[in-house]
């Protein structure tokens, strides 16, 4: 998300992309990827202690973020013109198809960074907004332009920039960074090799066509069902950390994602032992999508009123200040 912020490494696989033609101008600002990384973004939010963000606050960071996502996407399409002209899934992209200039981009990610720096800075904070501009450098130059053409392992360390949108909200909430920001960092860090490599074995002829040392390209089928497997494992356990990260809530949270878990695990599972299956690997990308979604919203429901009366983390007489908390984010919601 990066970011709420930034365009992260998260794609949509051929099979899955809706049919609706965009504006080449909006096109190569990537909008589909956005709702993630603002997601990931509010729930980074979620994890802060004391009194919701106002209103305005929200609305600056998420707008922000989008801005930023949104440059991000369209440098990278820029970084990208020549790979995605010679890649069947791409080639038919606002830039290799000649429907948008490259001055044209380029003055388009310019604007739109300056736009987003702005708004965060002002409406916001300068911390958010140099995580922001961190999160869209990250993409552009670690992973688009530095790691993806050179390493297998591209997504693993590449995948931080998606991972910074939680550490925007809780930097937008609270002007700094506590642990709970940190864990769900960690955590779309865990998440996103599984996500990424789930898609990259439905894409992986493509890639192998132009280069790209992708997993499934390089070490095989077997080897990256087996790689998804373990960081499903991976991010599963981590998940659980929700519990205690979360200022309230978290009995609640805890109780509603084992089923989030136990699908992915089980998606994992059908995948490993069918590797060679496309269905299995778009069902898995399919979920892994769904499931960070779902973390996030639980994370914003653990936050409500009913859910703090629950578990041990908010108590009296702390209880006060939680209800209060949540009585503002209930409202927002109204």
């Given at each position: 998300?990066?970011s709420?912020t930034?365009?992260?490494?998260?794609?949509?696989?051929?099979?899955?992309?809706?049919?609706?033609?965009?504006?080449?101008?909006?096109?190569?600002?990537?909008?589909?990827?956005?709702?993630?990384?603002?997601?990931?973004?509010?729930?980074?939010?979620?994890?802060?202690?004391?009194?919701?963000p106002?209103?305005?606050?929200?609305?600056?960071?998420?707008?922000?973020?989008?801005?930023?996502?949104?440059?991000?996407?369209?440098?990278?399409?820029?970084?990208?013109?020549?790979?995605d002209?010679?890649?069947?899934r791409?080639?038919?992209?606002?830039?290799?198809?000649?429907?948008?200039a490259?001055?044209?981009?380029?003055a388009?990610?310019?604007g739109?960074?300056?736009?987003?720096?702005?708004?965060?800075?002002?409406?916001?904070?300068?911390?958010?907004?140099?995580?922001?501009?961190?999160?869209?450098?990250?993409?552009?130059?670690?992973?688009?332009?530095?790691?993806?053409p050179?390493?297998s392992?591209?997504?693993?360390?590449?995948?931080v920039?998606?991972?910074?949108?939680?550490?925007?909200?809780?930097?937008?909430?609270?002007?700094?960074?506590?642990?709970?920001?940190?864990?769900?960092?960690?955590?779309?860090?865990?998440?996103?090799?599984?996500?990424?490599?789930?898609?990259?074995?439905?894409?992986?002829?493509?890639?192998?066509?132009v280069?790209?040392?992708?997993?499934?390209?390089?070490?095989?089928?077997?080897?990256?069902?087996?790689?998804?497997?373990?960081y499903?494992?991976?991010?599963?356990?981590?998940?659980?950390?929700?519990?205690?990260?979360?200022?309230?809530?978290?009995?609640?949270?805890?109780?509603?994602?084992?089923?989030?878990?136990a699908?992915?695990?089980?998606?994992?599972?059908?995948?490993?032992?069918?590797?060679?299956?496309?269905?299995?690997?778009?069902?898995?990308?399919?979920?892994?999508?769904?499931?960070?979604?779902?973390?996030?919203?639980?994370?914003?429901?653990?936050?409500?009123?009913?859910a703090?009366?629950?578990?041990?983390?908010?108590?009296?007489?702390?209880?006060?200040p939680?209800?209060?908390?949540?009585?503002?984010?209930?409202?927002?919601?109204?």
């Open positions: 998300m990066v709420a930034i365009t992260a490494p998260i794609a949509v696989a051929p099979a899955i992309r809706p049919s609706v033609k965009l504006p080449a101008w909006l096109e190569v600002a990537k909008p589909r990827l956005i709702p993630l990384l603002l997601a990931t973004t509010l729930g980074g939010m979620a994890l802060s202690s004391g009194d919701a106002a209103a305005s606050t929200i609305i600056c960071t998420l707008v922000g973020g989008s801005l930023a996502s949104a440059a991000a996407g369209v440098l990278n399409c820029l970084w990208e013109q020549d790979l002209g010679r890649m069947q791409t080639s038919r992209r606002a830039l290799p198809s000649g429907r948008l490259q001055r044209q981009a380029f388009l990610a310019i739109l960074t300056i736009l987003s720096v702005a708004v965060l800075v002002m409406g916001v904070n300068p911390l958010a907004a140099s995580l922001s501009l961190l999160g869209l450098c990250s993409y552009v130059l670690l992973y688009t332009a530095l790691l993806k050179r390493t392992q591209n997504i693993v360390v590449g995948g920039a998606g991972a910074i949108p939680p550490l925007v909200g809780a930097a937008a909430a609270t002007g700094s960074l506590g642990w709970a920001s940190w864990w769900l960092f960690s955590l779309v860090m865990l998440w996103t090799p599984a996500h990424f490599w789930a898609l990259a074995l439905l894409l992986k002829d493509d890639y192998r066509s280069g790209i040392p992708m997993l499934p390209v390089v070490k095989g089928v077997a080897v990256t069902t087996r790689a998804i497997s373990h499903a494992w991976a991010t599963v356990g981590l998940s659980l950390l929700g519990i205690v990260a979360l200022p309230t809530g978290g009995l609640l949270y805890g109780l509603m994602v084992l089923p989030f878990n699908r992915l695990l089980q998606l994992s599972s059908q995948l490993r032992s069918q590797p060679d299956e496309p269905q299995r690997a778009k069902a898995m990308f399919r979920w892994s999508i769904f499931y960070l979604f779902g973390i996030c919203a639980l994370l914003l429901l653990a936050r409500l009123p009913q703090a009366l629950l578990g041990p983390n908010c108590s009296t007489p702390p209880l006060l939680c209800l209060h908390w949540s009585a503002d984010w209930s409202g927002l919601s109204r």
